[in-house]
Structure formats: structure tokens, C-alpha cells
């Protein structure tokens, strides 16, 4: 898998979301949190989230009427919805589904009824939104289609996992508008580079949040990497407002050759395989360029694992 699968949890209880953290955590889910159903819709265009877990009692705007907006936005309407409620009336789950709710959790419920919802709507979805609703890029699922593309017919590629460092506290803290702003002025740089670089031939995509994508020619990967990472540096300051909840943004960066599946092998095992080697080793490459403070890239060897 690219990423881990991210679930938004919308709850203002927060003894529920202690509950429902630990339990998505322990089965390898990453997990985001709105208070309620006005910040889940942010959240859900700033992320783009596998699954919204969606609470029915909330403050200024209920899991019903967010579940209504989800369904009428062009962008958010196949993200797979669980409705949790007190409410546990005929009447009440009815509203719900009506709303947009694929499947719906009375509360108090067991955190292996939880789980399995989760996983059968996970299974039944498809794998991200095509493209972003902000930056307007591909998005997750056209990411990974790109990669199993590469994966199958090219021997000279590479991508570059990008992630802004910084990025969820600013989001967790600042407003919608603030968050969009920011993004905006990250994809454009990201867009920027992909044209001095590699404009014909490479792919840029939004994996939500603070992550992006590039797959380009493996000779100018580094260079566009070497570059975007500086140009960061130069211009993030200029982004962040006297009221930004940070003092400073910095990126780092993935680069990991990609190594095509074998020739004349074309089934899905194969192409399942070479993808999940590809996103162990963005992940470890990622997560070597974070563990040094401030913005750096890191290209892929055999020690990193």
C-alpha cells in the first residue's frame, strides 16, 4: 500500500475517541480527528481520507447534515461514510442512510463489530478520490494506478514522496481558508519544478495533506528533488502568517528508482508485489530523510532497506 489507510473520525466525545484511536491504531490505520461536522468537511478536502467515521451528535453542524453536504460534493461524494449514534431508533438509522451513510454503529458497540465495518466498507471502496478537491491534482488513487503503470513498463523511472513536515499541525490549528492558501502555494511550487525539470513525461500528484507524488525520469529525479527541497526552504516563510500556529515549514523527500516487474510476467500477484516493494521502500527512504530537523532529500540505496 502507498500509505496507510486514513480514517477521519468526526466525534467531539473524546472518551470515544481515545476508544476508537487505540483500536484503529493497533490495526494499522492512521488516524484523523474533526470535532465536528463543519471541520470534517475540511478535512476531507485538505486529506482526502479512505473512510469518514462519522458521529450523528455533534456541535455546529450534526453527522446528518455533513453526511447531506458529502454526498452532494462532486469530489467527496464515494468516500465510504460509518454513522455512530446513541440514537438507536428505526427512525434515526433510516435518516441516516438517507443521508448518505453506508453502513451505521449504535453506540455503545464492540470494537470488533467496529473493525469489521470498517474493513468491509474499506474492501467495497475504491481507493482514493481520482483527483484532489484543493490543489485540483490526481489524487490516491490515480497515483497508484500511475505506479503500477510504471512499474510495468518502464526501466528508467522514479518517484519522489514529498511530505511537508509541519503540515498537520498547521492544519490542525489554522482554518480552512488558511489551509488552502498554504497548499495552494506548495502544489504550485511542486508544478513549478515538474516544469523546469521533466514537464512532458512525468506525473505529479496530491495524496492529501502534506503529501505529494512525482514519478519522472530517474536521471533528473535527484535535480528535481535538490531543487524543490531549496526552493522550500527559500519560500516558506513568505506562506506562514503572523498568526500561524508554526514557526517554519520544511520538507523531505523520497527519491527510489523504480525497478520494473519482469518481463512477460504481467498478473496482479506480480504487479501487487513490485507496488508493495516500491511503497516499503518510499516509506523507509522517507522516514530516513526525517530523522535529521529541517528540509532534505534522500535517494534510495540497498542499506536503507
Known sequence: ???????????????????????????????????????????????????????????????????????????LAEIPILMLTALSGVENKIDGLDAGADAYLPKPFDLREFKAQINALLRSSKKGPARNPITNLPGTRTAIENMRQTLAKSDDAAVIHFDVREFDEFAGDSDFDETKTLLTHIAALFQDKMRAHFQFTSFLGHL????????????????????????????????LGVSSPVESLSLAAAVVPVEPITSGDDSDEAADSATKTLAERMHATLQAAKREAGSRYVVWTSEIG
Open 208 to 239: 492529501g495533506g502534506g503529501q505529494f507524488l512525482v514519478i519522472m525520469p530517474r536521471e533528473a529525479a535527484e535535480a528535481l528533488a535538490r531543487d524543490a527541497v531549496e526552493t522550500f526552504d527559500k519560500t516558506q516563510a513568505t506562506w
Open 1 to 75: 500500500m502507498l500509505l496507510k489507510k486514513r480514517i477521519l473520525l468526526a466525534e467531539d466525545d473524546d472518551a470515544i475517541v481515545d476508544l476508537v484511536t487505540a483500536a484503529l491504531e493497533g490495526a494499522g490505520f492512521a488516524r484523523l480527528r474533526a470535532e465536528n461536522g463543519a471541520r470534517a468537511l475540511d478535512f476531507l478536502r485538505i486529506y482526502t481520507p479512505d473512510m469518514l467515521v462519522l458521529d450523528v451528535m455533534m456541535p455546529e453542524m450534526d453527522g446528518i447534515e455533513a453526511a447531506q453536504h458529502i454526498r452532494e460534493d462532486e469530489l
